[in-house]
């Protein structure tokens, strides 16, 4: 019989997913290579605690269970895609759950209860879909990063990611800096990534070059 569930093979880890209720093509192909360095840096770590922020079917954290986390939770604001995350992760040794909400909701609840993460990853959609949205849109990743790095642990690392092509590579690194200023932490930028080769960017056309990956190690100040 037909039917809408396929799977993909990326970086060594088969995820499962639906094609058609599922976004874009049912996959993001285009942070494979940002995914795959993140996985290094999680292979290096010891038994690290993740959380992957807008973890649609897991494709970050699933991938983190396959490197080596010994936890992984999964925020999403869909039940189905979490199903999803769920029936990828338990092809994987490790622990994890899943917590469906609103991002801002769950990541202020998980500061409230003082959780830590080893490394926190935000890959949201795009926040910024119009020129009109850019405060707003700001606003709102000022917020998420703020949220995040309150949950990294000392020394631990953030993966925030934008796909917004109205917010430029610059700009990011600027609302985090203001993030972490806000909250009493120094973050570092350690790497920078963009899209997969299979996007490319084309140089009169400056809209192509849409997504960012910014690794910062995130430390108290003081």
Partial sequence: PETSELSVTENGVTFG???VSGQKTGWFFDHRNNRARLNALIAQLDAPRVLDVFSYVGGWGVQALAAGAAQVDFVDASGEVLEWASRNA?????DYQCLQGNAFEVLKALCEDKARYDVVILDPPALIPR???????????????????????QGGWLMSASCSM???RDRLTDLVRA?????DRDARLVWEGHQGEDHP?????????YLKAQLYQVEAVG
């Fill in 201 to 209: 960017i084309l140089p009169a056309v400056p809209e192509t070059a």
């Fill in 17 to 19: 997913f639906d094609v």
């Fill in 90 to 94: 338990d092809t994987q040794a490790g």
């Fill in 131 to 153: 020129r009109k949205d850019i405060r707003s849109g700001e606003q709102a990743y000022r917020r998420l990063n703020q949220l995040a790095m309150r949950l990294v642990q």
């Fill in 179 to 183: 993030a972490s200023r806000e909250v």
């Fill in 166 to 168: 109205h917010l430029g």
